[in-house]
């Protein structure tokens, strides 16, 4: 009887390819223990400094090309002057460029005024996350700032996210409208708690709210506290339509955020927050016989 | 050898590009898998082990700036790579019709193997929102990008390693 025998070429093919998936297999098991994060860390510190360099040029080519049109006039003012002085148009964008930071910053410097309670780590956002399913951004400031794990992270408009991974000189943040993202809420007017919920599109929607509540569009909505995540009252977006369904104990609204997580440039890391340690209080809650 | 060592440069500046440049074109709620695309039309022109040494190296990088489970990326690389390689000898040769077409099921199967790991990594799953919403989109723009990419795949290959020539006298 013939043996079935693979071409030497496939199975050369086959076997390291098996190989490598088998690594890979070994990679994602071991990862999930956090054996990778030292070399993460590691792989992560001279490619932070070339996407900052990246993302800084795509950023002022985009300020540049999609500015508001009332910069229209602007815009053709520097035209004439180019034609000009082709030197001075090159130190206008420059400062055009600064001046759009400086909105950001000083908006950020507005709402850290506004909450003085808090300790802010100003960053900006280098990099988005490689995968089209998940929402993460990566942050241009790490451990050596004193960045953590579990921190909140906003910006003048409202909630960002929270830090899930932080190296020495990057971290990552997780942002509300990830799926995997759960937020506990209160309407700011009715003072309903509710939990907000990131969708596979990139949408915000808040369940868990009980049908008597009487919830409009324009309810503006904000962090509850419960839970420890994030410290209580930070604007979470506004409701901007609500569902309710008589034969439904809780309805549920489609929650419009200020902030356009597309665009995101430089946000601020609450560095003072520290989430109570819940897990000790839950190993005691067994009744009492 | 020499094609792996362009991957060397190369493939940090595709992990950078797509982390910094891509997410931000968009169509509907799909993206451009940049990488997979990279690797996918080196598999082609460079039939050999080259494409799944690739997507190996491709992937960790993806996944070091990913906030994903580490290896998920990985593994969705190199098994598309695998499946490139099985069909090698199937096709009188690569062109680019072939090429659209691994763009389109590469597509499908990276997302479908990445989803996988996603979701038994604890991460909410929801397989055909998923795939409906960002994979469909997501295959129209690969095989877009897939046509310039294939081009250039080409061009490289042949000035990393020309086709050996065996002349009869």
Same mark, same amino acid.
């Given at each position: 009887?013939?043996?079935?025998?693979?071409?030497?070429?496939?199975?050369?093919?086959?076997?390291?390819?098996?190989?490598?998936?088998?690594?890979?297999?070994?990679?994602?098991?071991?990862?999930?223990?956090?054996?990778?994060?030292?070399?993460?860390?590691?792989?992560?510190?001279?490619?932070?400094?070339?996407?900052?360099?990246?993302?800084?040029? @795509?950023?002022?080519?985009?300020?540049?090309?999609?500015?508001?049109?009332?910069?229209?006039?602007?815009?053709?003012?520097?035209?004439?002057?180019?034609?000009?002085?082709?030197?001075?148009?090159?130190?206008?964008?420059?400062?055009?460029?600064?001046?759009?930071?400086?909105?950001?910053?000083?908006?950020?410097?507005? @709402?850290?005024?506004?909450?003085?309670?808090?300790?802010?780590?100003?960053?900006? *956002?280098?990099?988005?996350?490689?995968?089209?399913?998940?929402? @993460?951004?990566?942050?241009?400031?790490?451990?050596?700032?004193?960045?953590?794990?579990?921190?909140?992270?906003?910006?003048?408009?409202?909630?960002?996210?929270?830090?899930?991974?932080?190296?020495?000189?990057?971290?990552?943040?997780?942002? *509300?409208?990830?799926?995997?993202?759960?937020?506990?809420?209160?309407?700011?007017?009715?003072?309903?708690?509710?939990?907000?919920?990131?969708?596979?599109?990139?949408?915000?929607?808040?369940?868990?709210?009980?049908?008597? *509540?009487?919830?409009?569009?324009?309810?503006?909505?904000?962090?509850?506290?419960?839970?420890?995540?994030?410290?209580?009252?930070?604007?979470?977006?506004?409701?901007?339509?609500?569902?309710?369904?008589?034969?439904?104990?809780?309805?549920?609204?489609?929650?419009?955020?200020?902030?356009?997580?597309?665009?995101?440039?430089? *946000?601020?890391?609450?560095?003072?927050?520290?989430?109570?340690?819940?897990?000790?209080?839950?190993?005691?809650?067994?009744?009492?016989? | 050898?020499?094609?792996?060592?362009?991957?060397?440069?190369?493939?940090?500046?595709?992990?950078?590009?797509?982390?910094?440049?891509?997410?931000?074109?968009?169509? #509907?709620?799909?993206?451009?898998?940049?990488?997979?695309?990279?690797?996918?039309?080196?598999?082609?022109?460079?039939?050999?082990?080259?494409?799944?040494?690739?997507?190996?190296?491709?992937?960790?990088? &993806?996944?070091?700036?990913?906030?994903?489970?580490?290896?998920?990326?990985?593994?969705?690389?190199?098994?598309?790579?695998?499946?490139?390689?099985?069909?090698?000898?199937?096709?009188?040769?690569?062109?680019?019709?072939?090429?659209?077409?691994?763009?389109?099921? &590469?597509?499908?199967? /990276?997302?479908?193997?990445?989803?996988?790991?996603?979701?038994?990594?604890?991460?909410?799953?929801?397989?055909?929102?998923? #795939?409906?919403?960002?994979?469909?989109?997501?295959?129209?723009?690969?095989?877009?990008?897939? #046509?310039?990419? /294939?081009?250039?795949?080409?061009?490289?290959?042949?000035?990393?390693?020309?086709?050996?020539?065996?002349?009869?006298?």
């Amino acid at each position: 009887m013939r043996r079935f025998k693979l071409p030497p070429w496939l199975a050369d093919r086959l076997g390291l390819a098996t190989l490598l998936l088998i690594l890979s297999i070994g990679v994602i098991v071991l990862g999930q223990r956090g054996v990778f994060n030292p070399a993460k860390s590691g792989l992560l510190a001279p490619l932070v400094p070339v996407q900052t360099f990246v993302t800084q040029i @795509y950023n002022t080519v985009y300020n540049n090309l999609f500015a508001p049109s009332d910069l229209e006039e602007l815009r053709k003012r520097n035209a004439e002057l180019e034609q000009q002085v082709a030197q001075l148009t090159n130190e206008n964008v420059q400062l055009r460029e600064a001046e759009a930071q400086l909105k950001v910053v000083s908006a950020l410097l507005d @709402y850290a005024r506004a909450n003085p309670e808090q300790r802010y780590i100003a960053a900006d *956002v280098v990099g988005r996350d490689e995968s089209l399913f998940l929402r @993460y951004v990566l942050l241009n400031k790490g451990t050596n700032d004193g960045v953590t794990r579990d921190m909140p992270v906003v910006t003048d408009q409202g909630l960002v996210g929270v830090i899930t991974e932080a190296t020495a000189n990057a971290s990552k943040v997780l942002l *509300v409208t990830d799926a995997s993202s759960a937020v506990n809420v209160r309407l700011q007017d009715s003072r309903a708690e509710g939990v907000i919920t990131g969708q596979e599109s990139g949408e915000l929607r808040l369940n868990y709210i009980s049908v008597d *509540v009487d919830m409009k569009p324009g309810d503006r909505i904000i962090t509850s506290g419960l839970g420890g995540q994030f410290p209580a009252g930070i604007v979470v977006g506004t409701v901007a339509s609500a569902r309710k369904r008589t034969f439904d104990v809780f309805q549920e609204a489609d929650v419009k955020s200020a902030i356009d997580f597309n665009r995101l440039e430089t *946000v601020l890391i609450i560095t003072n927050f520290e989430p109570p340690q819940l897990r000790p209080l839950l190993g005691t809650a067994t009744p009492a016989p | 050898m020499r094609s792996l060592i362009i991957a060397l440069p190369i493939l940090p500046v595709v992990a950078i590009l797509q982390s910094a440049v891509f997410p931000y074109i968009r169509f #509907l709620n799909g993206g451009f898998d940049v990488m997979l695309i990279v690797v996918l039309a080196w598999s082609l022109v460079q039939r050999g082990n080259d494409g799944p040494i690739w997507a190996f190296i491709g992937g960790l990088l &993806g996944d070091v700036l990913s906030g994903g489970p580490m290896g998920a990326m990985t593994l969705g690389l190199v098994s598309v790579t695998l499946l490139i390689a099985l069909t090698e000898g199937r096709f009188y040769k690569s062109n680019w019709p072939v090429a659209l077409l691994a763009s389109v099921l &590469g597509t499908l199967v /990276y997302h479908l193997i990445y989803l996988i790991v996603l979701g038994l990594s604890g991460h909410p799953v929801n397989l055909a929102d998923d #795939l409906t919403l960002v994979t469909l989109p997501s295959a129209i723009l690969n095989a877009l990008l897939m #046509l310039p990419m /294939y081009q250039t795949a080409k061009w490289l290959a042949i000035q990393v390693a020309p086709p050996k020539v065996e002349l009869e006298q």
